[in-house]
């Protein structure tokens, strides 16, 4: 079955990084656009960053453009999140997702549900605070 373990999280200052991780197993992983999604504390889930199967094509939320890289490796299907100048407003849970169709991005809303994907996994918490 399909599995996504994220992890990588933890508490941070202001300012500082954090490389989230995700492993990826029980399904081709190089034909899926794979997500980070994040849901802040009494908030609704929010779209953080996609990638193309190839990862040749990412796209960002604007807030966390030019500060967040994702990226993936086909041969450890594995999916990463590499943080920096992390803010206060960054504090939540990540969670990294598959699309629910294969080589197709179907999910574009910045608020999307954790439904509207394939699979999800438990999440990494990160908090940033000094």
């Known amino acids: 079955q399909v599995q996504l373990v994220e992890s990588g999280g933890g508490l941070v200052q202001p300012g500082g990084s954090l490389r989230l991780s995700c492993a990826a197993s029980?399904?081709?992983?190089?034909?899926?656009?794979m997500y980070w999604v994040r849901q802040a504390p009494g908030k609704g889930l929010e779209w953080v960053s996609v990638i193309s199967p190839n990862g040749g094509t990412k796209y960002y939320k604007d807030s966390v453009k030019d500060r967040f890289t994702i990226s993936r490796d086909n041969d450890e299907n594995a999916l990463y999140l590499q943080m920096y100048s992390l803010k206060a407003e960054d504090t939540a849970v990540y969670y990294c997702a598959q699309d629910k169709k294969p080589h197709f991005r179907t999910v574009v809303t910045d608020n999307p549900r954790l439904e509207d994907f394939g699979a999800w996994g438990r999440g990494t918490r990160v908090t940033v605070s000094s």
């Open positions: 029980g399904f081709t992983f190089t034909s899926y656009w």
